[in-house]
């Protein structure tokens, strides 16, 4: 597990709590985008490892989560995540690995909506991944492209009441917004240290 360390972060929630986690993780998202590089061709062994690389991370993630949040926000722990990407690499016959991932220490609610806006905020971006893999590789929701296409034309939806809950929970509140948008990039290394190791002809890139 990786140790809490401080990364430079907005402090204040004048803005919004959700402007102030998209800034204070720019920098990692954009560079999480690049090494999985799933925004332009890929074949079939790169995706093969991406996901891998995710049920790593998310079999172990998903149980710190719901560990961290109060019983009425553990809706947002739910999800079906890891069963996904289980059934995925299933449907490819792969391996579903459970060693080998980095995690990012989580402790009370606000470090867990922090850390819930990366993999929820991935979720849209998995809309065009969704469309990349039928258009690229022939791969659908149901021959294993479940992960990505995720709760489909609801994941708009979902976002919106993401969004809602984390101004509900973390506006107004400075050190709990400093508390999640430190977990927030936590997160991001935690996830692209576990992808650096699978992912080594990105990572050398």
Avoid at 69 to 88: E, T
């Amino acid at each position: 597990m990786l140790p809490s360390q401080q990364f430079p972060a907005p402090t204040s929630g004048r803005d919004g709590a959700m402007a102030a986690l998209r800034a204070g993780t720019a920098a990692q998202h954009d560079r999480i985008e690049a090494l999985l590089g799933l925004g332009g061709p890929f074949g079939h062994a790169h995706y093969g490892r991406v996901l891998q690389g995710f049920f790593t991370f998310l079999a172990g993630w998903e149980k710190l989560v719901a560990a961290a949040l109060p019983q009425r926000l553990l809706g947002w722990a739910g999800g079906q995540r890891s069963g996904r990407v289980a059934d995925d690499l299933h449907m490819l016959g792969l391996e579903a690995p459970t060693a080998g991932a980095q995690l990012p220490a989580i402790h009370g609610p606000a470090q867990a909506l922090g850390s819930l806006y990366v993999l929820e905020g991935s979720a849209l971006g998995g809309q065009v991944i969704s469309r990349h893999l039928r258009d690229q590789l022939g791969i659908e929701p149901h021959s294993g492209g479940a992960y990505f296409h995720g709760e489909g034309a609801a994941t708009g939806a979902r976002w919106r009441d993401f969004r809602a809950t984390v101004e509900a929970e973390l506006a107004g509140d400075d050190r709990a917004l400093a508390q999640a948008v430190d977990a927030a990039a936590r997160t991001f290394e935690a996830l692209l240290a576990t992808f650096q190791d699978r992912l080594h002809e990105r990572a050398a890139a």
